[in-house]
Structure formats: C-alpha cells, structure tokens
C-alpha cells in the first residue's frame, strides 16, 4: 500500500490507497455498488456563486460539504431489521480551487454516542441497540475500522469517539474510503468538483436555483 504522511492528504491520494486496500483486504467499492442507494447534498458552506465573476468562489477559510446517504444493504448478513439505513457525510475542503486534489478532512456518521450491547443482554435488548445506533446515523464500519486513524492521519472532521486504535478489526492502522464516503466522492464530488473545483457552475447558476434534492437526482 502507498504510504501516506499526515501533512495535506488530498481526497484522490485517498482514493488511490482505498483502492489498494479494497483489492488486498475488502472491496467497498463492490459493497457501494451493491448496497448504497443514493445520495443528496443537504448543505454547503463558504462555497457560493458570485454574479459577477460568473463562477463559483471559495469564501471562507474552507469549504463543507455535507451530504445524507441512503444504503439498503445486501452485500453482507443484516444483524438488524432496518429497512433503509441514512448517514450524514461532512467533507470539509482545504482549498476547493483544486478539485479532488485539495486536503481535506471528511466524517462517515453523525456525532450521537455509540451504544454497545451489555453482557447477559436478551437477543432482543442486542436488536434495540443495533437498530438504535442506525437510527441514530451511526456509521459503525467508520466508528470501528477507520474513525481513530482518520484522526492520525489529520482526516478527521469532528471528535474521535473512538477509545483506541482498531486492534482487531484494522489492526494494520490502515487507512481508506468507507463505502458510504467512497460514493460521495465517485458520484458526487468527482462530477461536481474535478480537477479544479468548478464544475459547479453547469449545474447550479446562482444561489436561488440550489436544489439539491432535485439536481443530485442525476447522480443517484
């Protein structure tokens, strides 16, 4: 696997060693394929469209982006009875100008406090809290597998709820795209953003035309 330092990480880095990973230890891009249904942008900060320029133009120190994320999945054994699974997806970009090429820092999940099943717990008790924590948009791939080396490597956006480093299940401290983020970046932000971060502009002409809820639907 390529080696990465902590300094200034770009999303097409990442993407390079997630496909590395994928091939040597689990292809999420097949699970992507396979489970996630869609994606919508619900938000977006310091990122807006100036008239007089006719382009869109970085305003802040860095721009978010946040997403919801709807998976059915099917590419692994359910433990739970939730039909659709909904996680919220933030990207924060360094420099947008750059495209995929920008640092970045990005969350698979929302910030809710992981439940975990107690020892003596019924099968049914085991069932709440695993539906709970879904419901919740607890990502627990992310949580357990990526969530304290993300913070290692400077990707993290948000607290580490993670205790310790992944000892079992990641016990090579190995870092990638989940398959939640990895369809945001293949169907969202690669599209949208490019190699210089202004593709925007031939989807959205101003900032009363922003719907993402209608445009998105073409990457779905």
């Given amino acids: 696997m390529s080696r990465l330092t902590k300094k200034d990480i770009t999303i097409a880095e990442l993407l390079k060693v997630s496909y590395q990973y994928y091939k040597k230890v689990d292809d999420k891009a097949w699970r992507a394929k396979l489970d996630v249904k869609s994606a919508t942008m619900v938000h977006r900060n310091n990122y807006t469209y100036d008239r007089k320029e006719k382009g869109w133009k970085q305003t802040g120190r860095e721009v978010r982006l946040d997403f919801t994320v709807r998976s059915k999945p099917e590419s692994y054994k ?9 996680y919220p997806v933030t990207f924060l970009l360094k420099d947008i100008s750059k495209g995929i090429y920008s640092p970045f820092k990005w969350r698979t999940g929302g910030y809710k406090k992981i439940l975990f099943a107690k020892k003596g717990m019924t099968k049914q008790q085991r069932l709440l809290i695993t539906n709970t924590n879904i419901k919740n948009g607890s990502q627990l791939n992310f949580f357990f597998h990526i969530e304290w080396v993300a913070k290692q490597y400077g990707l993290l956006f948000g607290p580490c709820r993670a205790n310790g480093a992944p000892n079992i299940v990641n016990k090579n401290k190995e870092i990638f795209f989940d398959k939640t983020a990895l369809y945001i970046v293949i169907k969202l932000l690669i599209p949208l953003l490019g190699k ?6 031939k989807y959205y002409k101003n900032d009363d035309s922003f719907n993402p809820q209608e445009d998105m639907k073409q990457f779905k």
């Fill in 78 to 86: 359910k433990t739970d009875t939730v039909s659709t699974h909904i």
């Fill in 196 to 201: 210089d971060g202004g593709k925007l502009k």
